[in-house]
C-alpha cells in the first residue's frame, strides 16, 4: 500500500476530506469501473466521486469492499440528479444509492443541479445529514446568484459547490463568493476534457518544464492551491498514479498568475444560464451524451 498522505480540508461542519480524489464519470462499464477503482485504491487515493446517473455506484462499492481498506479512511461522494428533487424522491434516492454503494452512511450527498424541486430535496438531505446518515451535504452546479440565495434560506449552508473549474473557466468572483458563505469548492472536470488542447498548452507546457511535471499536475495543483478540492478522471494505471503525484512541489506566485492569463471567462462543458443547456441536462437520464 501505497503510503504516500493527501492533505485534507475542513468544511464547515469541522469534518475533514481529501483536496484530491477520482472521479468516475463516464466508466460506465461497470467491470472497467470496478477495475480502475481498484487500482486508484492501490495507487493511495480515498476520495471517491460518483452520482446516480452516472450508473456505477455499484462498481464503486465493490471496489470499496475488496479493497481490504478500512471504511472510514475512504471519502465517498454521490449525487441525487434532477428527476430525484423533492422531498420524498431524494429520500427514495438516496435508499436506492446508498443500497447500489453497500454502505451503511455516506460522507458526501450533493444536489447534482440546480434544478426541479431542490428545496424539497435539501429538507430530506439535512434530515439525513441530522441523523447520522451522511457526514456532509452540498451542492453542484450552482451558480453565484442561485447559490447565495440558496444559503440564505436553508438550515445548514451547503458544505461543498461542485463545479466547473480549470484553466480557461477558473470563476474567481465565485470563489470569493463561496469563501465568504463558507461553502468549500470543488472542481469538476478539471482537465477540460482535454478542451482547447489543454495537453499542448503552451503556457502550461512551459510551466510543467520548470518543474519537470507534466500539465496535468501542474493544472491540479493549481486548483488545490487556489483551495479548490479536485476530482481527476482516468482509466490508465500511469495517469492515476500521475496524476496523485502532485505533493512535492509548489506552484511559484507568478506561474500563478501566468495560468490566470488563460481564463477566458467562458464555460465550455455547461452553461446553467443557458436554456437549450438547461434542457439538455434535464434529458440527460434518456441521453446520457454531454455534446
Known sequence: MVNRIVKNVQLNNGIEMPMEGFGVFQVTDLAQCEEVVSKAIAAGYRL?????VYQNEAALGNAIRKS???REEFFITTKAYIQEMGYENTLKAFQQSIQ???????D?????????DYYGAWKAMEELYRAGKIRAIGVSNFYGSRL??????VNVVP???QIELHPFYQRADELKLMAEYGVQPQAWSPFAEGMNDLFHNPTLETIAKKYNKSIAQVVLLWNIQRGVIVIPKSVQSERIAENLDIWDFELATKDMETIATLDTGKCLMFDPLDPSEVKRVIDYVKNPVLR
Open 48 to 52: 471517491f466521486d460518483t452520482a446516480s
Open 68 to 70: 481490504g481498506v478500512a
Open 100 to 106: 447500489k454503494l453497500g454502505l451503511d452512511y455516506l
Open 108 to 116: 458526501l450527498y450533493l444536489i447534482h443541479q440546480p434544478f426541479g
Open 148 to 153: 447565495v440565495d440558496f444559503c440564505l434560506h
Open 159 to 161: 458544505a461543498i459547490n
